[in-house]
């Protein structure tokens, strides 16, 4: 038998996610066990998280890349993700 157990925020197994804006909101919403109670993606899409993002991201055809919209660009992760404690030197930004 399962034994449900209050639910707890997730920046407590997963710290760094409490460090970015708005994603505990969208993870928890994304991470329910039963899937009448998820957010569908159109409503992941408008949630708060993606409120800084340029609004041509929205209207791009699928096969255009992300990229070729003004302001966006790739970086790389400050942290490794399997070593979140150990520091990565951040050497280049891809455009």
Known sequence: HFIPHPPQKLGYVWKRLGLVPQAESLTSQLLQCYPRDRSSAEDAL???YFSSLPLA???LPDMVSIFSVTGVRL???ARNAFHPFRKVRCTSILA
């Open 57 to 59: 991201l929205f209207q």
């Open 46 to 48: 408008a949630h708060e």
């Open 75 to 77: 970086e790389p992760e």
